[in-house]
């Protein structure tokens, strides 16, 4: 085991006694849920790490002097507005003993200021002030060669796309748009690129590892077997055209499907699977009502953005989930649902039925709020076990014909490994 | 709502009183005992079911956790429950408090709130404490009964623990 912090400089050996499986990313040993010194490790080299992380909505900060908090891994974060609009993304800790310096979710503020001796920081998180800093007639004060320049809030690296505030520690890793690659860019502009209207959030505590919830969203091949209220209403089978494409680096996906050119499949029928005992007919169909709203005829889609975040599209029903780690077991996930400024009355009201598919009671969601527990709970005995994930092969490429595969989970494996270098 | 020391005596009796106060109690009962097939009977045929948090409730933003219009979808929600959906076993208990109550003689509504604690019971035996928060209620006589034309359910906390499959 590990016993002392490795250099962050050094990601390409093995920090550990660590071994990935011969199998490769077909397998993830179950250790890497449960071992509390892979997931310090995941802090310092994927959080803090060559990866861009969701902070927040543009949205969410719209005015000169608002600031949102957020964390990225368990590290806090303070994204504020300044007066020529530009956005600042820092460390919530101050640079004189450590406190939190915003304790709100958004607050609206001329400056920040630490609540414990008062060090007051810019919008910027370029420090301004210090209390007594001259002393007290001419007593105490700080040494003469204090200089307010030199302390601030920890910066981080910001960027905004379609109407997103991403963050990372990183200097090295590439813009946003080339982090995504141009396939998984060009689709998150076709669901975002326009202004966005915050229609409802809450959050969800699953107790189960983050990365578990990262396989599930990627993971194509459950959809319709676990969540069985999509199948049994057609909302959503795997037998509808759609398929998998995986980013360059492979640790984003999109996953998508088009509910009009619905086939029935034979292996529904014969498989007897749980999802095809429910009647078909819903008592309040206005669930389920909804628009054509792209020429490509996408109805169903599911992007991830490594590490935390993914953009979902149910029907009409648009949303983000992002999620934070909060322990080797636990994990804060969180549902932004949004329209568009250009919505009419009749759309939100579309959006405002389908959000019941989705978030912490969505008719085809909830699952997975118990699911990944599930699995931390039947893993963590075995942490030299592996789980097994060949479905639609043994690699990690682009299916654009099948999503009854696992191909995406492997795909975010394959990114996994080479960030954390193992 | 005028609040109690406002209000004439007289008004805060009667029988609407004592009925909508049995409503809010047996609704939580109901749910309690598991019978949750007579859940959307609480409701007016076009009644509104609607789980939200506080920050959404009071930002104004209209989606929250759970959105039920008319018993249709809340019997879909029970059809779901039983047939459809994956969760570990579970049970509720409600601990509701005393309601504060308006009636307005011209809508022959009540208004009512009352605050509600709900323990959520595993089949491991664990109990925790899993919601918390305030019925917003509008009660009205439907076929010589009360119903619930409106329960917003305003949880306190903007986080759910693991699952939302049961009303509250």
Sequence with gaps: MLTTPQPRSAPTTPAMDFKWPAEGIARAPYRLFTDPEIYKLEQERIFRGRAWNFLCLDVDIPKAGDYRTTTIGETPVIVTRDHDGKVHAMVNRCAHKGALVCLKKQDSVASLTCVYHAWNYGLDGQLKGVAFRNGLRGQGGMPTDFDVARHRLQPIRSESICGMIFGTFSEEVEDVETYLGPDMAQFMKRSLDRPLRVLGTHSQTIHNNWKLYAENLRDSYHATLLHTFYTTFKVNRLDMDGGIILSDGKWHHLSFARRARLQEAAEYSEAKVHSANYESALEGPELLHAWDEFDDGITHSIQTVFPNMCIQFTLNSLAIRFFAPKGVDKTELFWIYLGYDRDTEEQSQMRIMQSNLTGAAGLVSLEDGCINEFVQRGTRNDPECASFMEMGGRVAESEKNSRATETAVRGFWQGYRGIMGF | ?168
Aim: aromatic share 8%; proline share 5%; hydrophobic share 40%.
């Design chain 2, 1 to 168: 709502m005028p609040s109690v020391i406002e209000r004439p005596v007289a008004q805060s009796s009667g029988d609407w009183h004592r009925e909508a106060a049995d409503l809010i109690a047996s609704y939580g009962h109901a749910i309690d005992d598991g019978e949750l097939d007579l859940w959307p009977q609480f409701f007016t045929p076009n009644g509104i079911y609607h789980i939200t948090t506080k920050e959404n409730h009071e930002a104004g933003l209209p989606i929250g956790i759970m959105r039920c219009v008319g018993r249709g979808m809340m019997i879909d929600r029970v059809k779901a429950f039983r047939t459809a959906n994956i969760f570990e076993p579970h049970a509720y208990n409600h601990i509701v408090g005393y309601p504060m109550m308006s009636y307005d003689e011209t809508t022959g509504c009540v208004t009512a709130r009352s605050n509600f604690q709900v323990i959520r019971i595993m089949e491991t035996g664990r109990m925790d404490l899993y919601a918390t928060g305030k019925y917003l209620d509008v009660i009205q006589k439907e076929g010589g009964s009360l119903k619930f034309r409106e329960r917003i359910v305003v949880l306190d906390s903007r986080n759910v623990d693991v699952l939302l499959v049961v009303p509250l």
